[in-house]
């Protein structure tokens, strides 16, 4: 542990602005990041939770150590971790294209709010280093993971065309993108059906080919209504 927090481990009125103060700091920081991303939780939300979570510990605390209340004190952090869950829930929402979003603002607001009981615990230096890994992880590994996921060698997609010509179209239009098919559905719609036929599709791409060029070219393809990954 580092000597510099040595004085601010116990329940003192120093200690505790210290903590509320970190709690916010780092809670802001983490928002910050949603908050230039546009995201449903950002600034504001993240230092709330952060804070109140240190408070949480903090209150824990106070009832052991000043009043002598000898109960569990790590009883009102798990209520956090486990209440964190319902805010979360709400930042997730799935689009019009079957996507999943959300998921990551989700995990960085349980993530502010253990921050939260770290720093208003007194464990300062957990909750300082998770605060800049948390930052690199948002920041550095989600380009790492686009650029993963763009040069994926596989993909799976939702396609709807017209009439069989089309479905023939398209897998020649595959044969010629050197695009090798490991799955195949199809539906077919009926003569009296408005609805067009579709198929499922699991593509292994070549090396090189990314699964945007794919999809662009195979939604120019004669008789291809839409497209989307799954």
């Avoid at 949603?34 to 209150?59: D, N, S, V, W």
């Avoid at 897998?171 to 010629?176: I, M, N, T, V």
């Avoid at 945007?212 to 990954?229: A, Q």
């Amino acid at each position: 542990m580092l000597s510099i927090f040595d004085g601010l481990r116990d329940l003192t009125m120093l200690s505790v602005s210290v903590r509320m103060l970190l709690a916010v700091i780092c809670g802001g920081i983490i928002g910050i990041e949603r908050e230039y991303k546009r995201r449903p939780a950002g600034f504001r939300t993240h230092i709330l939770i952060c804070l109140g979570a240190a408070m949480t510990t903090l209150t824990s605390q106070y009832f052991y150590l000043c009043l002598e209340q000898y109960t569990d004190m790590a009883r009102l952090g798990a209520q956090v971790v486990a209440g964190i869950g319902f805010i979360g829930a709400g930042t997730i929402i799935v689009t019009r294209r079957q996507r999943v979003k959300g998921l990551t603002t989700a995990a960085g607001l349980w993530a502010a709010a253990i921050i939260g009981l770290t720093l208003g615990g007194g464990f300062y230096e957990g909750g300082l280093f998770a605060t800049i890994l948390i930052l690199v992880a948002e920041l550095v590994f989600s380009r790492l993971e686009y650029r993963v996921l763009r040069n994926a060698p596989e993909i799976n997609l939702y396609i709807e065309y017209t009439g069989s010509d089309s479905l023939e179209t398209l897998l020649r239009l595959l044969r010629e993108l050197e695009l090798k098919i490991l799955n195949m559905g199809i539906i077919h719609s009926k003569s009296d059906d408005d609805h067009n036929a579709c198929a499922i599709l699991n593509l292994r791409l070549p090396r090189g080919a990314e699964a945007d060029d794919v999809m662009n070219r195979i939604l120019s393809s004669r008789g291809v209504v839409s497209i989307r990954e799954l």
